[in-house]
């Protein structure tokens, strides 16, 4: 607990129990925190976005060129015809890139924060910084990850001849669901995963496995299977990846209300994510 | 009335003492908050208390010396006081900004200049970057790297790099300072000059814990200090009964490590710990107090005895009784030799011998010594018996002595001291 005394003075309070308000309370904490913390956060993120270019032949057109290699191997896959996912609305080559960018969202801001503790354990054992501000710093290179995919996205739009709607410019906030989604996974894990150390790679499989019933790299009209198409409706993330990408390529989508309702859902589990984490926060470090 | 700034309540701290139990208690812990129930309080089958029941309150201003053998809980104490583990049972308030010199060089990258990091090791210490601005000369001057400071951290030295990392860490100036066994970085200047910054903090308020294996870097800084022995202590004293109490808990730990050697081989070779011919056997070493009990330590100054039991298997006409003393770090530190004692020889028939060697004033200082007799025969060139570490004894600290200098010293020698100004030189 920290209050500032009648003197002006800051006063810190450790003691077993101290976390044991409701979901709001955990809400309110980690505002508190990433607002005391908010200038370490930017210059965590500023210290690995400018060490992983330095001493590179391409520096910092490393920052594009990665995500572009990203989706060259759906693209090889699919011009040498090994792919055959049927043909939509959407130009396939527009869909699996658009497709795979949102869905790519989840699995980064979970690895970015189920990893952020293990990756920060020296500043844990050593420094005072709240370690929900070291979980969630990581995030700040994934939003920066979103910023240059909308640059990708635009070059792949425009070198198959194609013209993405101004959903586009919307696009970090459309993909937004899908980082909240992945982000309440991470907190859970990032204090769990410490405890069993198998329980993040465990979660990160399922997570591929969870790829393959969302229609990210296939169109969803071209599944027969009533059983698989079942799966895939009852999925929410079929409409966190379709919503946004009918968007962007087409101006509309159907299940636009379905989508706010999830988006909803996915600021209930940041919330009961950052529950969980605060109640285990401390089991972290003696486990590090 | 000045608010105290530093308020230990009746602080605990467990862990696992396996990595199996560590997962298990993990777990089961886990699910019990989850379910909104408080922490098991009480030890379980696989745990220890790391601390356990820990007391102490700290003015503004105060300096703590936190000594503790290893494994003694001074780590966790300042890991609590750090905000790093959260303790089991009790209570910490910690009145005022805290900065952790552990903390210091915590987040550099190496491939960033010294200048980029320093912003990014203040935000790390709490510092604003308003702050750090403000603190940037000062910095960087501390630490004395002005010529370097816009060149890669992984170019700097091994010194540098710390250098750096402390100047960022003690210019911050906080109202509580935390320090863990850094204050020996740097060369002998550098060094002085974090001794020199420590004490002007002291001086203007700051309360400072320092942990540390040094009784003479504690007794440096502080004035009081507390010692850990297995998670518990007795509370402040002044800092030299606590040095001197920490020296006996080191001690008697070090000579948890002195297992007796003793075996019914006698190789007729050296090289070993134990050799000689078979003529005679010394059964056994027994060191005594002045009142003749067997005893495993004995105040600095006191007199003691050792108690040699023989086995003589064949007679020795001119024999020589030895003992030679070994400390921890120097071999054979001193001799006890008959012959060089009273420049006599003993004659052994075969049969049972007890020997008491009286040692009425011995100059040992405090530390952990191992007594190894042995027997030679005046006219031959070899001996009868020798065993290494026989026994072993610790000499305790004395209420009036304080002993601190350099701990691999073993004898004290009185000296008395004499400084007159040097004549002719200009006053």
């Known amino acids: 607990m920290r209050y500032v005394d009648s003197d002006g003075m800051p006063v810190t309070i450790y003691q077993p129990n101290e976390t044991q308000g409701g979901v709001i309370w955990g809400l309110q904490r980690a505002a508190t925190d990433i607002t005391v913390s908010r200038h370490v956060i930017a210059r965590l993120f500023w210290r690995d976005f400018i060490a992983q270019f330095r001493q590179k032949l391409l520096g910092y057109f490393w920052a594009l060129l990665s995500p572009l290699l990203g989706i060259a191997s759906f693209l090889f896959l699919f011009f040498i015809g090994v792919l055959h996912p049927g043909e939509g609305e959407i130009p396939y080559t527009v869909y699996v890139m658009v497709g795979s960018t949102i869905w790519g969202c989840l699995p980064g801001a979970m690895g970015a924060v189920s990893g952020g503790l293990q990756a920060q354990a020296d500043l844990i054992m050593r420094t005072r910084i709240p370690k929900v501000a070291l979980a969630l710093s990581s995030l700040a290179g994934l939003f920066y990850g979103i910023l240059i995919s909308m640059v990708t996205m635009t070059i792949i739009f425009v070198s198959t001849g194609h013209t993405p709607t101004w959903w586009l410019l919307a696009y970090p906030l459309l993909a937004l669901p899908m980082v909240l989604l992945g982000t309440s996974i991470g907190l859970v894990l990032s204090v769990l995963g410490s405890i069993a150390r198998d329980l993040t790679p465990m979660i990160t499989q399922l997570m591929a496995l969870v790829m393959y019933v969302t229609p990210v790299i296939y169109i969803h009209s071209t599944i027969q299977n009533t059983f698989v198409k079942a799966i895939i409706d009852w999925n929410p993330m079929s409409y966190l990846v379709d919503v946004p990408r009918s968007l962007i390529c087409l101006g509309h989508a159907d299940n636009a209300g379905v989508y706010l309702i999830i988006a909803m859902g996915t600021v209930a589990l940041v919330a009961i994510g950052l529950r969980i984490f605060y109640l285990l926060e401390d089991l972290v470090a003696e486990r590090l | ?427």
């Not at chain 2, 356990?52 to 006081?81: C, E, Q």
């Not at chain 2, 905000?83 to 900065?99: A, F």
């Not at chain 2, 974090?194 to 700051?206: A, P």
């Not at chain 2, 003529?279 to 005594?288: A, H, R, S, T």
Request: proline share 4%; aromatic share 8%.
């Open chain 2, 1 to 427: 009335m000045q608010k105290p700034s530093v308020v230990v309540e009746g602080v605990s701290k467990k862990f696992g003492s396996s990595l199996k139990s560590a997962l298990k208690y993990g777990l089961i812990d886990s699910g019990r908050r989850l379910l909104g129930r408080e922490k098991d309080q009480t030890l379980r089958h696989g745990e220890f208390w790391a601390l356990n029941d820990v007391n102490f309150v700290l003015d503004p201003g105060d300096a703590l010396g936190i000594m503790g053998v290893n494994g003694s809980g001074k780590t966790t104490l300042l890991r609590i006081l750090n905000g790093t583990y959260s303790p089991d049972k009790g209570k910490v308030t910690l009145r005022g900004r805290v900065g952790a010199l552990i903390a210091a060089g915590a987040g550099f990258s190496p491939m960033l200049t010294g200048r980029e990091n320093i912003y990014i090791s203040g935000a790390l210490l709490g510092m604003t970057p308003g702050e750090i601005r403000s603190k940037f000369d000062e910095i960087i001057t501390f630490a004395d790297l002005n010529e370097f400071i816009d060149m890669p951290v992984r170019n700097y030295s091994s010194g540098m790099s710390v250098r750096l990392g402390f100047a960022i860490a003690v210019i911050s100036a906080p109202e509580i300072l935390l320090v863990d066994e850094v204050l020996a970085v740097g060369d002998m200047s550098f060094q002085k000059k974090c001794f020199e910054r420590i004490r002007d903090l002291e001086k203007k308020g700051t309360t400072i814990l320092l942990v540390s294996h040094s009784p003479g870097a504690i007794w440096s800084v502080c004035k009081k200090a507390l010692v850990l022995q297995r998670g518990t202590t007795e509370g402040i004293t002044s800092v030299e009964d606590a040095c001197r109490l920490y020296d006996h808990f080191n001690m008697l730990e070090r000579m948890k490590g002195n297992g007796r050697r003793n075996s019914d081989d006698l190789p007729a070779e050296y090289g070993g710990t134990r050799g000689g011919t078979g003529d005679v056997i010394v059964k056994n070493l027994e060191i005594l107090d002045a009142s003749f009990k067997p005893v495993s330590q004995v105040e600095y100054g006191k007199a003691f005895v050792l108690r040699l039991y023989l086995d003589v298997k064949k007679p020795i006409p001119n024999g020589i009784i030895r003992v030679q003393i070994d400390a921890e770090i120097n071999k054979a530190i001193a001799i006890i030799d008959s012959y060089e004692a009273h420049n006599s020889v003993f004659s052994f028939e075969p049969g049972q011998y007890v020997v008491d060697i009286h040692l009425e004033q011995p100059n040992l200082r405090p530390g952990v010594y191992e007594f190894c007799p042995s027997i030679t025969e005046r006219t031959l060139g070899i001996h009868l018996f020798y065993q290494y570490g026989m026994a072993s004894l610790a000499i305790t600290h004395p209420s009036d002595i304080f002993f601190y200098a350099d701990f691999r010293a073993s004898v004290h020698l009185n000296a008395s001291y004499m400084v007159r100004f040097q004549e002719g030189q200009p006053s």
